[in-house]
């Protein structure tokens, strides 16, 4: 099936999308080399330097520093390695967790179907921030815990869309057949039904990276997330907020790296999903 | 001859009272039992919330008590709290107490003021959804004038640009909004006000919680207009999205309304394009578009938290940031079951609402 593919690369939106994240995850992997400081080093002699354009720059500071003294370029850059890691571990969990239960949903239907339907209800029906804040309390900081956190909250997303889908093609004859055929039910789902839905879920995949990067800032900005001792964007903004008067810089560097990165996996997302949808009505309409 | 009687007689006293049964029926029906079958749902739904709720607050390995401890408290001190707090019997039982008090409105007392939570809550609420509420007409007003006129210019540059502003505004979260916001509008052009829900010089002395309310009740429109100058801000942050999305699904299926015959039938009537428009496509290209609300509304409630914590607005939020700070649990679960209800009864009146402006649902 992926050969079949076309070429996804075509479309603009999800070169541009892909090169962004791309950029983030070497910045991430050359952190050490790239920042000129350490990102927790603070210089008491040099608070709230403004970046380099502006009068008052330090050469040291490209970007300036924040209300501590901090180079708020190399925390920046840090603080990417906790958005790649968020943004790369989550999505793979939510996927695995959502599809899943999606699959055994749609395939067996009636009271399992009903079940997991009632039980994405009622967990939708707690604001997705509210409940990760509130499972945060439970679990205790820490980038494992962020993690899971994000992935209790999120796989219901994946789960109901997914499960739509699947849905859909258990109508269809060929999964029928599968079972006539004699394919065990473990069999039918990994074979006819996942590459089914296999286009839904890149896309829901890609728009999961933005959200879980924006999910772990959103912690972060509470205070909530990792321990304090490692720099993220979202614990900048929280930083940058409160000295927002004397240096409003440091709060619009991170959250333009927040934007680059939500922006850059809706674009992944929403190109995959014009170049994977196309091709997959025209499979299904082949097939039919 | 006795035929004819019946006959006769029909449209008085028996068909009125035949036809007062069918209507009666039909109003129990249509929407009397609806509403019942809606307050049901929301009960056992609020009820598997605060199951869920609990569990997750009460099994994971948080101590709400070791953070009111004094640092020289003994075990045994620790233990008499526990006990005090009823935190040391069988979780069963922990949730039949919690449960039977929280259906008589009463949540408990904050472990870290003593107030007891439902005042806390109470005190906060006007704030969030005075909040929630005005971010969501921005919304949906924002969104109906765009998606009308985007509709209208269908094809042209306008609905290109449009389009494109609808997506960056759908793209970017909430949150972030506010923030760019307080750096464009509040600290580089100085335009809007943007800490606290109105200046702190200004006293108002208090009825509702409601500050709209409570200013205009005083008569002090000085205070009125300068809260809803704080306001603009944050709600416009939540509505950002809002705007997007019902622009976009009510020029859809304005476009697909108007593929409909009767549309055509009506222009060849005679009758005009505006009245085309607003009187026969929007009625039912609508909707959609209030389906989404409804999901967007009960969206626009948890989105509140962070645009409160960003402008210190003294809502749910802010009061929920401080209760994970130090971990007072009766207040978290208080404020969670809050948000929930708040979620769940916006979902069954959008249904309900749904229902009223749809009448082939209505006959279902």
Redesign the interface.
């Known amino acids: 099936m992926i050969r079949k593919l076309p070429k996804p690369l075509d479309e603009p939106r999800v070169l541009i999308g892909a090169s962004a994240l791309l950029a983030i995850v070497v910045v991430a992997i050359l952190a050490p080399v790239l920042a000129p400081h350490d990102p927790n080093h603070q210089d008491l002699l040099q608070i709230l330097v403004p970046p380099f354009w502006q009068e008052g720059a330090e050469a040291g500071f490209p970007l300036g520093t924040d209300g501590l003294g901090r180079c708020v370029l190399s925390r920046l850059i840090y603080g990417a390695r906790v958005a790649v890691i968020v943004g790369s571990v989550v999505p793979i969990g939510t996927v695995l967790l959502g599809t899943t239960i999606a699959i055994v949903a749609g395939y067996f239907g009636g009271k399992i179907d009903w079940a997991v339907s009632?039980t994405v209800?009622?967990?939708m029906?707690?604001?997705?921030?509210?409940?990760s804040?509130?499972?945060?309390?439970?679990?205790?900081p820490g980038l494992r815990n962020v993690i899971l956190a994000t992935v209790l909250v999120d796989w219901t997303r994946f789960c109901r869309v997914t499960r739509g889908a699947i849905l859909g093609v258990m109508k269809l004859d060929y999964v029928a057949s599968a079972r006539i055929a004699g394919a065990s039910h473990v069999q039918v789902m990994l074979r006819d039904l996942l590459p089914a839905v296999f286009p839904i879920i890149i896309t829901l995949f890609s728009v999961e990276i933005?959200i879980a990067v924006?999910v772990e800032s959103?912690l972060s900005?509470?205070?909530?997330s990792v321990s304090p001792a490692i720099p993220t964007w979202g614990s900048m903004?929280a930083d940058g907020?409160v000295t927002?008067?004397q240096e409003?810089w440091g709060?619009?560097f991170p959250?333009s790296m927040?934007?680059v990165t939500?922006?850059g996996a809706?674009m992944l997302g929403?190109g995959l999903r014009v170049r994977l949808d196309s091709h997959h009505a025209t499979r299904l309409g082949a097939d039919l | 001859m006795v035929g004819d009687t019946r006959f006769v007689s029909l449209p008085s006293a028996d068909a009125r009272l035949y036809l007062g049964a069918v209507r009666a029926a039909q109003i129990v029906g249509g929407i009397l039992l609806p509403v019942l079958r809606s307050i049901a749902t929301v009960a056992v739904?609020l009820l598997?919330?605060s199951i869920?709720?609990f569990v997750?607050?009460r099994?994971?390995?948080?101590d709400p008590l070791a953070m009111m401890l004094p640092p020289n408290a003994t075990i045994e001190d620790a233990e008499r709290m526990r006990h005090a707090f009823g935190l040391d019997r069988p979780i069963l039982e922990q949730f039949w107490i919690w449960l039977v008090q929280a259906v008589q409105g009463d949540f408990g007392k904050s472990i870290q003021s003593s107030v007891p939570v439902s005042k806390l809550i109470l005190t906060a609420l006007p704030t969030t959804i005075e909040l929630a509420v005005f971010g969501l007409l921005l919304g949906i007003a924002a969104g109906f004038v765009l998606g009308i006129v985007t509709f209208h210019y269908r094809g042209t540059a306008l609905e290109r640009v449009c389009e494109t502003a609808a997506?960056?505004s759908q793209?970017?979260?909430e949150?972030?909004w506010g923030?760019?916001f307080?750096?464009v509008f509040g600290?580089?052009l100085h335009l809007l006000p943007f800490i606290g829900p109105i200046d702190a010089r200004v006293i108002v002395p208090s009825h509702t919680g409601f500050l709209f309310i409570d200013t205009a009740w005083n008569g002090q429109w000085d205070a009125f207009g300068n809260h809803l100058l704080h306001l603009v801000m944050p709600a416009f942050a939540l509505a950002m999205l809002k705007a997007a999305l019902i622009m976009r699904l009510l020029r859809s299926s304005l476009i697909e309304t108007y593929r409909e015959d009767y549309v055509n039938a009506a222009r060849l009537r005679g009758v005009g394009e505006r009245r085309i428009l607003f009187h026969h496509a929007l009625r039912n290209a609508v909707l959609p578009t209030v389906t989404l609300i409804g999901v967007q509304a009960?969206?626009t409630?948890?989105?509140t938290?962070?645009i409160e914590?960003?402008y210190s607005l003294p809502g749910l939020g802010n009061l929920?940031?401080g209760a994970?700070?130090t971990?007072d649990l009766p207040l978290?679960q208080g404020?969670?079951l809050t948000?929930?209800g708040m979620?769940?009864l916006l979902?069954r009146s959008v249904d309900l609402t749904y229902r009223w402006l749809n009448p082939r649902l209505r006959a279902a």
Do not use: T
């Open positions: 009632r209800d009622v967990w029906s707690f604001p997705p921030v509210v409940l804040l509130v499972l945060m309390v439970g679990l205790s933005g924006v959103v900005f509470v205070g909530v903004i907020l927002v008067f409003p709060l619009a959250v927040i934007i939500v922006l809706n929403d | 739904q598997a919330v869920v709720a997750v607050l099994l994971l390995p948080a997506s960056l793209s970017i979260p949150f972030l923030i760019l307080i750096l600290l580089g009960a969206h409630f948890g989105g938290l962070l914590a960003i929920m940031i994970i700070r971990q978290i404020i969670l948000y929930c979620v769940l979902n």
